[in-house]
T-cell receptor
Framework: KAGVTQTPRYLIKTRGQQVTLSCSPISGHRSVSWYQQTPGQGLQFLFEYFSETQRNKGNFPGRFSGRQFSNSRSEMNVSTLELGDSALYLC????????????FGSGTQLSVL | QQQVKQSPQSLIVQKGGISIINCAYENTAFDYFPWYQQFPGKGPALLIAIRPDVSEKKEGRFTISFNKSAKQFSLHIMDSQPGDSATYFCAASNQGGKLIFGQGTELSVKP
């Protein structure tokens, strides 16, 4: 069974640009969560989608958005990039997202210059 | 109240020794407490998890001890091996898909 796939693996952008990251969950998983990982703040929850609906949201500005498609694949978008958005963005999937094992991808390393 | 505090930040243990990482939480609504292991260049992977109705859970060399009254839980790695060298995160959740992570502990097991 293939794991969680995140693309691209690395991304370099400049301030003010926007970026879209992609996540393909494990087959059969309907919940997809996104986390931001930085050395200073650690792992922080961005949002969770289940059956194309955002079910939970973390404390991030509106520049961070996401969506989920009918095949459970998910994208997250960051608009008007800031230097502080440089981070590893991790996607995790699970069957129903209710206090169960999350399977993480290897992440997308975003650098904002 | 949503925080999970983890200590120590880093830990060096000799091969064969016991590694102990501690976490504390404030939100009594948390009802799921997993530990994740992360190697460089990889995403976190679930190691072991516990729910508050039990005080201890053991899986191989890994044990979670849970103290509900003190709002603390800890990870014990018995017979630590160099291959256990990684960053460990405790986490807590009370609703689907939203894990609150501790700051992480960088474990180094010396041969």
């Amino acid at each position: 069974k293939a794991g969680v796939t995140q693309t691209p693996r690395y991304l370099i952008k400049t301030r003010g640009q926007q970026v879209t990251l992609s996540c393909s969950p494990i087959s059969g998983h309907r919940s997809v969560s996104w986390y931001q990982q930085t050395p200073g703040q650690g792992l922080q929850f961005l949002f969770e989608y289940f059956s194309e609906t955002q079910r939970n949201k973390g404390n991030f500005p509106g520049r961070f958005s996401g969506r989920q498609f009918s095949n459970s694949r998910s994208e997250m978008n960051v608009s008007t990039l800031e230097l502080g958005d440089s981070a590893l963005y991790l996607c995790a999937s699970s069957f129903h997202g209710q206090n169960e094992k999350l399977f993480f991808g290897s992440g997308t390393q975003l650098s904002v210059l | 109240q949503q925080q999970v505090k983890q200590s120590p930040q880093s830990l060096i243990v000799q091969k064969g020794g016991i590694s102990i990482i501690n976490c504390a939480y404030e939100n009594t609504a948390f009802d799921y407490f997993p530990w994740y292991q992360q190697f460089p260049g990889k995403g976190p992977a679930l190691l072991i998890a516990i729910r508050p109705d039990v005080s201890e859970k053991k899986e191989g060399r890994f044990t979670i001890s849970f103290n509900k009254s003190a709002k603390q839980f800890s990870l014990h790695i018995m017979d630590s091996q160099p291959g256990d060298s990684a960053t460990y995160f405790c986490a807590a959740s009370n609703q689907g898909g939203k894990l609150i992570f501790g700051q992480g502990t960088e474990l180094s097991v010396k041969p």
